[in-house]
């Protein structure tokens, strides 16, 4: 299975606080696919092209864009998938878990203790003929997967590549495929999450690259009336919608961070936009 990739545009942004000797464009993820949006695709590919036939097994909470994506690719895929999901199951599920559904994924929930255990636990018991896919598709598939980001459109002139960090997956492959004059920065949307800068280093040799702890909002999906206007005025003054939980944070931490003139900053719309859904109705004006 493979995406066409014409959906994906180079988009130069000028928003009002950006500095004048600064230029910035957002490569535009977030148009791949509806369901399969953005950096989750490119860290599924090789996974799924290693699963062959096989059912598909991997792991998120009940907002998880992993777990969007995963449900839906292995829907056009032809592939059994089986979500684990972390907590006891909720009254309501949430959009994410009903699309999973819909899209024909399974549903185990596992408690959070029982969440924590996954990896040391060996889930071919249950599941014999499962591929496994890590949390995220943090794995080396994944990350490799995400060498084809910056070969979208060309992005050879920036002098800076800027995405959101979770696992930091999509981050090293970023890292791998930049090239020499460019420098990679994740800005992290965890909070505390030091053990990243070991993570990251585990799946690229590349060294031009940092992490950026300073703009994660209070930690991990937490929102603010601030974040939420400041994405409302992204969206008003470019026609770029964001998501609350990772390039909201990542735009306005750009926002707030200062580059030496002349520096052309290439921004990574990983997509994430389902995510959005959990919100009250009317809050984000798109
Ligand atoms: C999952 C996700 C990320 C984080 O990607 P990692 O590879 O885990 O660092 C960034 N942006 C969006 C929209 C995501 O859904």
């Not at 695709?41 to 792991?59: D, P």
């Not at 997509?271 to 919100?279: A, E, T, Y």
Request: glycine share 10%; with cysteine.
């Amino acid at each position: 299975m493979n995406f066409n990739y014409s959906n994906i545009v180079l988009q130069d942004i000028s928003p009002s606080w950006l500095p004048d000797n600064i230029q910035a464009a957002m490569l535009r993820l977030d148009l791949l696919h509806p369901e399969v949006s953005g950096n989750k695709w490119f860290k599924l590919k090789y996974n799924l092209e290693a699963a062959g036939k096989r059912t598909i097994l991997t792991f998120g909470g009940a907002y998880s864009n992993h777990i969007a994506a995963t449900a839906a690719a292995c829907k056009l895929a032809g592939l059994p998938a089986i979500g684990i999901i972390r907590g006891e199951r909720p009254a309501n599920l949430s959009h994410t878990l009903q699309q999973a559904i819909a899209d024909g994924m399974q549903l185990e929930f596992i408690s959070r203790e029982a969440y924590r255990q996954k990896g040391t636990t060996n889930w071919h018991t249950h599941y014999p003929d499962a591929h496994i896919i890590p949390e995220g598709g943090n794995n080396e598939a994944g990350a490799r997967g995400c060498r084809d980001i910056l070969s979208l459109a060309d992005t050879s002139s920036f002098t800076h590549i800027l995405c959101a960090t979770g696992t930091g997956t999509t981050l090293a492959g970023l890292i791998s495929s930049a090239m020499p004059h460019q420098q990679v920065q994740g800005y992290v949307v965890l909070k505390g999450a030091e053990y990243l800068k070991e993570q990251v280093a585990q799946l690229t040799q590349g060294t031009n690259w940092q992490l950026v702890h300073d703009h994660h909002g209070g930690g991990y999906a937490k929102t603010s009336p601030e974040l939420i206007s400041f994405i409302n005025n992204f969206y008003r003054e470019t026609k770029i919608p964001l998501d609350v939980v990772y390039t909201g944070k990542l735009v306005r931490g750009f926002s707030q961070s200062r580059f030496p003139p002349g520096s052309k900053i290439l921004l990574i719309h990983t997509g994430g936009l389902q995510g959005n859904l959990s919100l009250t109705p009317g809050i984000l004006t798109f």
